[in-house]
């Protein structure tokens, strides 16, 4: 319960009010004050002063004065007269929250009228500084610009200037050249005109020798040179972007290992080192020993890529070029036919591998002496690569040698 | 406050839009016209000649050739003469005069596939020498003819037997200072640069800078050979200063990534050569300036001399439009004029100025 504060102090005039309140020591800063029209309150805890005031005042024009131990409260009132008592005189509860309630109200009313007017404020205030900023900027971009359009008019105006004068020497040189074609036929007396048509061979041969002299000032053509080019190898056909790269590495990983991936199951294989089990190395160990000349070396190789992977035509293909050379010929015919059979799909981009097998069958037939049947691989091989000159000297020599024995076989 | 327009600006003095694709568009010596050299939807070539006058660029010539035209170059035609040379789709080479355009001056079937890039030299009173025309293709030749000797080229540069061509797209001269010596750089698909000397007939260096080589020029042809520029897919360009070569580590170079696309063209200022200008894919133009280091060469660990690479700043940059610019090309008469074509099948003729401060 509040304590009541009962020692306040009251004066009045006709036309406005003071009230004295002390303060019993609270500071200027814990004094809440509510006043309305018809009730003031001043509210420091625990002390609370109420005045249900006599007559309206009127509030819009009351002053308190907090300070020094007491708060002062000047009200002017609603009408002049003098006023018998401060508060007035009823004891009825009812009544009096009544008008606190009414004064609460007023008061909140009041307060919140007051924060939508300064927020208002605010934002007028906003709207105009940035529309004054955007007049600024405006005015800045309007200053660039114009200064950026007279350049652009000074330099077309040079430009079209210089045309000009490109123009007008044009036309002078053109008049110059005028005045001398003209010159010359002016001279008619016949004296001079002897030695003018003297003069114009003259000039003529001049000019013949001048042109003379600027052909022989060029250099003569360079003698033809070639130059051998090699490239920074690179798998793709698509140029080489940075930002790719990564995605090409992972796309040609990929391709090994499936190539490597049937070499999983076989379980005598586990004593092989990671590089014996990847086809491609093998197939690169083989294509070293045959070019050393270890062709059995190069036969385990191929064969073990094989082994691993059953799908590689070039294994196939070089396994049969070794047994060539080391005179296996039904095994050479086995493999090149075989490497035929992997490159089925005949298209351009296997022409190269299909020509090889077919010209590694066809020797092995000729030496199993079986002719016709090479003759129809070396002529496969032609219809292939029709261009190519080794290929079309070794079918015309095995024509010649079928005709040779048939002619034999004929008179025999 | 440095003010904004002390800066070199690039001012669009001209656009017009045409209705064919252009892929070369280049000034006509001593003179305010400029050729476009394209093709038109239906499958042929397009050569046309346009005038600069009173702010707008006029129609005054219009060929229509049987395949479309790739590029063209005036190097290594007199003045006199200025007949243009070009490539087309098919690999001829051809020169034409542009007062007579229904008969080619000279005419080769240079290539195998689409010539991708032609430079000329020894003509236009620069350099001496004889008259040369580098092609560069598609089926990964590079060819140097002389236009008075028919069919042979008079330089062939091709892959080894057995090796995978890769594509040549872009050639260049340079290092043509007296009568014998030229070199052509020739840049590749595959990250390749490659300089050879023709006097000496071999390869004089190479390198590989991870991305498509799209344009690489001398900053001059007719001196001995002192920047090249190459640009790249991925935005990025080098800088070689080429006055110096190491035996191992060749050429010192600085390199610079802008234009966040693929970069199309550079082209040096012929009154200035420490600034150059180059085309993007995103439709913008970078003009940037050299500032060569305060020693240009220094000995290193071996004793031998090797280059210091100098340093590149923008000096100004402008979008013209959403589509690569493919061709830019600096007139030689008048500072600054520049005319560039794209692909959004327009051609423009820019200004760009105060050069002189920059």
Redesign the interface.
């Given at each position: 319960m509040p304590l009541h504060v009962t020692d306040y102090t009251w004066t009045q005039t006709d036309s406005t009010v003071h009230i004295s309140v002390p303060l019993k020591g609270a500071t200027a800063a814990g004094v809440d004050i509510v006043s309305t029209e018809e009730y003031l309150k001043v509210h420091f805890p625990p002390f609370l002063f109420e005045a249900f005031l006599f007559e309206p005042i009127d509030d819009d024009r009351s002053s308190a004065k907090v300070g020094n131990g007491v708060a002062v409260f000047t009200l002017p009132k609603k009408t002049h007269k003098v006023w018998e008592h401060l508060m007035i005189t009823t004891d009825d509860k009812e009544t009096k929250k009544e008008i606190r309630e009414r004064a609460l109200l007023t008061q909140e009313q009041k307060l919140s009228a007051e924060l939508k007017q300064k927020a208002e404020k605010r934002q007028a205030e906003k709207k105009y500084a940035l529309e004054t900023m955007m007049k600024l900027e405006k005015v800045e971009r309007d200053r660039?610009q114009q200064?950026?359009d007279a350049?652009?008019e000074k330099?077309?105006a040079e430009?079209?200037a210089?045309?000009l004068r490109?123009k007008q020497e044009a036309e002078k040189a053109q008049q110059n050249q005028n005045h001398q074609i003209q010159r010359n036929p002016d001279t008619k007396t016949p004296g001079s005109r002897q030695t003018d048509i003297r003069k114009n061979k003259q000039v003529h041969s001049d000019a013949e020798k001048k042109k003379k002299k600027i052909r022989a000032q060029?250099?003569?053509?360079?003698?033809?040179?070639?130059?051998?080019?090699?490239?920074?190898p690179?798998v793709f056909p698509?140029?080489?972007?940075?930002?790719r790269?990564p995605e090409e590495e992972e796309w040609l990983k990929k391709q090994a290992e499936a190539r490597r991936a049937m070499s999983a199951e076989l379980e005598e294989l586990e004593d092989l080192t990671e590089e014996e089990r990847n086809p491609d190395w093998l197939k690169q160990k083989g294509d070293k020993c045959f070019s050393n000349g270890d062709y059995v070396g190069a036969v385990n190789a191929y064969t073990l890529g094989i082994r691993l992977n059953r799908k590689l035509p070039a294994l196939y293909s070089n396994r049969a070029a070794c047994h060539l050379k080391l005179r296996n010929l039904h095994k050479a015919i086995e493999d090149s036919s075989k490497a035929l059979d992997l490159l089925t799909p005949a298209v351009s981009a296997n022409a190269a591998a299909r020509v090889r097998a077919r010209v590694r069958r066809g020797s092995a037939f000729c030496q199993l002496e079986l002719y016709t049947e090479g003759l129809q691989d070396y002529e496969a091989a032609l219809k292939i690569e029709p261009h190519n000159e080794a290929l079309q000297r070794d079918a015309q020599i095995i024509r010649d040698i079928i005709q040779g024995s048939a002619g034999q076989n004929g008179t025999q | 406050m440095s003010s904004p327009l002390s800066k070199p600006q690039i001012i669009a003095h001209i656009q017009k839009s045409l209705n064919y694709t252009v892929f070369d568009s280049k000034w006509i010596p001593c003179s305010a016209k400029f050729v476009c050299l394209g093709n038109f939807a239906r499958g042929t070539g397009v050569l046309q000649i346009y005038e600069v006058q009173h702010g707008s660029a006029q129609l005054i010539k219009e060929v229509e050739k049987a395949k479309p035209i790739k590029c063209g170059t005036f190097g290594a035609s007199s003045l006199q003469q200025r007949h243009i040379a070009t490539g087309d789709f098919d690999g001829n080479l051809h020169i034409w005069n542009l007062e007579a355009l229904d008969v080619p001056v000279y005419t080769t079937k240079a290539h195998k596939e689409i010539v991708n890039s032609i430079d000329g030299v020894g003509g236009l009173g620069i350099g001496d020498g004889a008259p040369e025309i580098v092609t560069g293709s598609r089926d990964g030749t590079v060819k140097v003819w002389d236009p008075r000797q028919k069919d042979l080229p008079v330089a062939n540069m091709e892959p080894v037997e057995g090796e995978t061509k890769r594509d040549c797209w872009t050639v260049a001269f340079g290092h043509a200072f007296n009568d014998q010596d030229r070199c052509v750089c020739a840049g590749y698909d595959n990250g390749d640069i490659k300089l050879f000397d023709l006097r000496n007939m071999s390869l004089r260096w190479e390198t590989n800078i991870k991305n498509g080589v799209c344009c690489v020029e001398f900053d001059r042809k007719d001196i001995n050979m002192n920047k090249l520029v190459a640009t790249s897919l991925e935005g990025k360009f080098h800088v070689f200063d080429t006055r110096t070569q190491h035996p191992t580590k060749g050429f010192a170079s600085v390199s610079e990534k802008a234009h966040k696309a693929t970069i199309w063209q550079v082209r040096h200022l012929p009154q200035n050569r420490d600034i150059f200008m180059t085309a993007g894919g995103a439709g913008n133009l970078h003009l940037w300036k050299y500032e060569y280091p305060a020693q240009r060469s220094k000995k290193d660990s071996d004793g031998a001399d090797v280059g210091v690479a100098g340093s590149v700043s923008l000096l100004q940059n402008a979008t013209l439009s959403t589509q690569p610019i493919a061709s830019l090309d600096w007139s030689p008469d008048k500072q600054g004029l520049c005319v560039c074509s794209g692909f959004d099948q327009t051609v423009r003729v820019l200004i760009v100025t105060k050069l002189n401060v920059a």
């Amino acid at each position: 319960m509040p304590l009541h504060v009962t020692d306040y102090t009251w004066t009045q005039t006709d036309s406005t009010v003071h009230i004295s309140v002390p303060l019993k020591g609270a500071t200027a800063a814990g004094v809440d004050i509510v006043s309305t029209e018809e009730y003031l309150k001043v509210h420091f805890p625990p002390f609370l002063f109420e005045a249900f005031l006599f007559e309206p005042i009127d509030d819009d024009r009351s002053s308190a004065k907090v300070g020094n131990g007491v708060a002062v409260f000047t009200l002017p009132k609603k009408t002049h007269k003098v006023w018998e008592h401060l508060m007035i005189t009823t004891d009825d509860k009812e009544t009096k929250k009544e008008i606190r309630e009414r004064a609460l109200l007023t008061q909140e009313q009041k307060l919140s009228a007051e924060l939508k007017q300064k927020a208002e404020k605010r934002q007028a205030e906003k709207k105009y500084a940035l529309e004054t900023m955007m007049k600024l900027e405006k005015v800045e971009r309007d200053r660039i610009q114009q200064m950026k359009d007279a350049e652009r008019e000074k330099t077309t105006a040079e430009l079209a200037a210089w045309q000009l004068r490109q123009k007008q020497e044009a036309e002078k040189a053109q008049q110059n050249q005028n005045h001398q074609i003209q010159r010359n036929p002016d001279t008619k007396t016949p004296g001079s005109r002897q030695t003018d048509i003297r003069k114009n061979k003259q000039v003529h041969s001049d000019a013949e020798k001048k042109k003379k002299k600027i052909r022989a000032q060029l250099p003569p053509p360079r003698t033809c040179g070639n130059i051998p080019v090699t490239f920074t190898p690179r798998v793709f056909p698509t140029a080489l972007r940075e930002s790719r790269v990564p995605e090409e590495e992972e796309w040609l990983k990929k391709q090994a290992e499936a190539r490597r991936a049937m070499s999983a199951e076989l379980e005598e294989l586990e004593d092989l080192t990671e590089e014996e089990r990847n086809p491609d190395w093998l197939k690169q160990k083989g294509d070293k020993c045959f070019s050393n000349g270890d062709y059995v070396g190069a036969v385990n190789a191929y064969t073990l890529g094989i082994r691993l992977n059953r799908k590689l035509p070039a294994l196939y293909s070089n396994r049969a070029a070794c047994h060539l050379k080391l005179r296996n010929l039904h095994k050479a015919i086995e493999d090149s036919s075989k490497a035929l059979d992997l490159l089925t799909p005949a298209v351009s981009a296997n022409a190269a591998a299909r020509v090889r097998a077919r010209v590694r069958r066809g020797s092995a037939f000729c030496q199993l002496e079986l002719y016709t049947e090479g003759l129809q691989d070396y002529e496969a091989a032609l219809k292939i690569e029709p261009h190519n000159e080794a290929l079309q000297r070794d079918a015309q020599i095995i024509r010649d040698i079928i005709q040779g024995s048939a002619g034999q076989n004929g008179t025999q | 406050m440095s003010s904004p327009l002390s800066k070199p600006q690039i001012i669009a003095h001209i656009q017009k839009s045409l209705n064919y694709t252009v892929f070369d568009s280049k000034w006509i010596p001593c003179s305010a016209k400029f050729v476009c050299l394209g093709n038109f939807a239906r499958g042929t070539g397009v050569l046309q000649i346009y005038e600069v006058q009173h702010g707008s660029a006029q129609l005054i010539k219009e060929v229509e050739k049987a395949k479309p035209i790739k590029c063209g170059t005036f190097g290594a035609s007199s003045l006199q003469q200025r007949h243009i040379a070009t490539g087309d789709f098919d690999g001829n080479l051809h020169i034409w005069n542009l007062e007579a355009l229904d008969v080619p001056v000279y005419t080769t079937k240079a290539h195998k596939e689409i010539v991708n890039s032609i430079d000329g030299v020894g003509g236009l009173g620069i350099g001496d020498g004889a008259p040369e025309i580098v092609t560069g293709s598609r089926d990964g030749t590079v060819k140097v003819w002389d236009p008075r000797q028919k069919d042979l080229p008079v330089a062939n540069m091709e892959p080894v037997e057995g090796e995978t061509k890769r594509d040549c797209w872009t050639v260049a001269f340079g290092h043509a200072f007296n009568d014998q010596d030229r070199c052509v750089c020739a840049g590749y698909d595959n990250g390749d640069i490659k300089l050879f000397d023709l006097r000496n007939m071999s390869l004089r260096w190479e390198t590989n800078i991870k991305n498509g080589v799209c344009c690489v020029e001398f900053d001059r042809k007719d001196i001995n050979m002192n920047k090249l520029v190459a640009t790249s897919l991925e935005g990025k360009f080098h800088v070689f200063d080429t006055r110096t070569q190491h035996p191992t580590k060749g050429f010192a170079s600085v390199s610079e990534k802008a234009h966040k696309a693929t970069i199309w063209q550079v082209r040096h200022l012929p009154q200035n050569r420490d600034i150059f200008m180059t085309a993007g894919g995103a439709g913008n133009l970078h003009l940037w300036k050299y500032e060569y280091p305060a020693q240009r060469s220094k000995k290193d660990s071996d004793g031998a001399d090797v280059g210091v690479a100098g340093s590149v700043s923008l000096l100004q940059n402008a979008t013209l439009s959403t589509q690569p610019i493919a061709s830019l090309d600096w007139s030689p008469d008048k500072q600054g004029l520049c005319v560039c074509s794209g692909f959004d099948q327009t051609v423009r003729v820019l200004i760009v100025t105060k050069l002189n401060v920059a």
